[in-house]
C-alpha cells in the first residue's frame, strides 16, 4: 500500500496507514507503555530504561526516519525545546488519524 498523506496537529506527515495497526509497532508501543508504568520513585533497570526511549524509535517507525527530525522541529516551542509530553500527544494523534475505521461504529 503507498504512503498517504496525514495532517496531524498541524504537521503534514506521509506514512503507510498499515504501520499502526503492524505488530512492530504495537510491540513498541507495548514496550514504552510498560517502562512508563513503573511506580513512583522506583528506579528503573538499565532494560526498561532503554525502553522509556523508545518513543523515538516508535516515531521513527511510525513516520519514517527522514520525518522524524522535522516533526521534532515542528513540535517544539518557541525556545527550540519538544517535551515529551507533546511527542506522546502527537503519536497518540498518528495512531488516531491513521487508524482503519472501526466497522462497527456507525
Known sequence: MA???Y?????KVSLDPRVVTDVKTLKLFRQILLAANQ???EVLDEK????????FDLLDRLVGVDQSDSVLEALADEDGFTST?????FIGAVFEAAA???SLSS
Open 3 to 5: 504512503k498517504r498523506d
Open 7 to 11: 495532517k496531524v496537529m498541524g504537521i
Open 85 to 89: 509530553e507533546k511527542l506522546g500527544e
Open 100 to 102: 482503519p475505521k472501526n
Open 39 to 41: 511506580k513512583e520513585g
Open 48 to 55: 526498561d530504561a532503554l525502553k522509556a526511549f523508545g518513543i
